[in-house]
């Protein structure tokens, strides 16, 4: 684990041979969804107490629960990077096995306010696992920089 960024109940950062990882963690599929973009995020930069300007829905469609956090994890990077769009706030109104519903609270990303961390260039599906332990939601989720 990263010792600049303690564990907590939302995601931890995991050291990784390769890139950077994390394990996302949710009392429901809603929450581990929405707790993966959170670390992701946390990943790319650091925004601070910066409120969102904008909303945005967000459907995604796919085969399976980990194809599922890909798309969705993916289409959230591919507003940064084409739009500079920073996601702030997440929330899942609609989670089946398949499909995807959520609004995303955005926050235009300066580098002159905010500070960049690392380059997420990719989702991977390198030890993608979706799982429910217990009563918790996880996932492990490796990201290419």
Known sequence: MDSSNPKDDRFEV???????????????LNDL?????????HLIAEVGDTPPTSEVEIFIEAIDLETLLVGWLRELLLRFELRNEFSLAFTIESLQTTSLRGRVGLVTFDPEQHELLRHVKAITYHGLKVEQTDSVWQAMIVFDT
């Open 14 to 28: 995991l050291d990784h041979t390769a890139d950077v990882a994390i394990r996302a963690y949710g009392e429901s």
């Open 33 to 41: 969804f929405e707790n993966a973009a959170r670390g992701m995020f």
